[in-house]
């Protein structure tokens, strides 16, 4: 009895197994101090294991949300063009600065493209198996990421390269999006 129910009002109990605060409930055991502390341990280890699990799945759910092989594909064509565009001299820093950005937008517009399509997807046998038509993760938290790292991406661009590289990101995303809902 005393194991199972360790919040009980007991100290009034000539055994006094448990110390109770004013009010009432246990606050530590006296006679198996022990097995409190192990099974707290166990049941927080249990609690970060899961809470671990979930946050693990969940950023790799959203990492499948941006197509990482079409991102790094795009990533490829802006460093060449980067390149091919910087003449003598090559900033690195811009480069930096674009290739984060760019990652950020491009990212952020194949996971709307994701979100926007999930009905289309859950019925076609190559796309069937993504994060949104396996309910992985909540409509509301796709649609979420993939708006913040597209708008964190156009500010981004805008600010730390140029504007007219955050004007450009934005068209080309808002073009995806009319895309999406035209269709």
Not at 102 to 131: C, F, W
């Amino acid at each position: 009895y005393d194991n199972y129910f360790p919040c009980c009002d007991r100290s009034n109990d000539p055994r006094n197994i448990f110390l109770a605060n004013p009010v009432g409930v246990c606050t530590e055991f006296t006679k198996f101090p022990h097995l409190q502390s192990s099974r707290k341990q166990s049941h927080m280890n249990n609690l970060v294991e899961k809470n671990s699990t979930l946050l693990q799945s969940r950023i790799v759910n959203c990492l499948a949300l941006t197509k990482p092989r079409i991102t790094a594909l795009i990533l490829v064509t802006t460093l060449v063009g980067f390149y091919m565009g910087s003449g003598e001299r090559l900033d690195f820093v811009l480069l930096i600065h674009a290739t984060i950005g760019t990652a950020l937008v491009a990212g952020g517009a194949s996971a709307l493209n994701q979100y926007l399509e999930r009905h289309n997807d859950a019925q076609m046998i190559r796309t069937k198996g993504r994060p949104l038509p396996t309910k992985s993760i909540l409509e509301k938290e796709a649609l979420l990421f993939s708006s913040v790292i597209s708008i964190l991406g156009v500010v981004y661009l805008s600010f730390l390269t140029t504007l007219l590289t955050g004007g450009l990101a934005a068209l080309t995303l808002l073009s995806e999006l009319k895309k999406n809902i035209d269709e």
